[in-house]
């Protein structure tokens, strides 16, 4: 029988919720519960979609590079002239589910 420490299982149960705590000033809370109730959500759940929003963003924005039809076309070209032979860490990179999935 293998006896798991808490710290283990606490890593291999990522679908078990874990806290997130924070203190702020009485006027960035009431901000926040206005813009909560105006959204007709509560104030964590507010917080946490603003929080992800903002993390997708920022993963986004170090990942994600958006050309214009021309500079896409020459980036295009380059990629057709050298092919990737076997790279198995790009196949692996590119089938691999976003973070935020």
Do not use: Y
Not at 38 to 65: H, M, N, P, W, Y
């Amino acid at each position: 029988m293998t006896t798991q420490l808490p710290a283990e299982s606490a890593a291999t149960d990522r679908s078990k919720p874990v806290p997130i705590n924070m203190r702020v000033d009485f006027r960035k809370r009431d901000l926040i519960d206005v813009a909560a109730a105006i959204s007709g959500s509560d104030r964590t759940s507010f917080i946490l979609d603003a929080a992800c929003k903002k993390a997708e963003q920022v993963i986004l924005d170090q990942r994600l590079f958006v050309l214009a039809n021309q500079e896409f076309d020459a980036f295009e070209q380059a990629l057709e002239s050298n092919p990737l032979r076997s790279n198995e860490c790009l196949r692996q990179l590119l089938e691999r589910p976003p973070r935020w999935s």
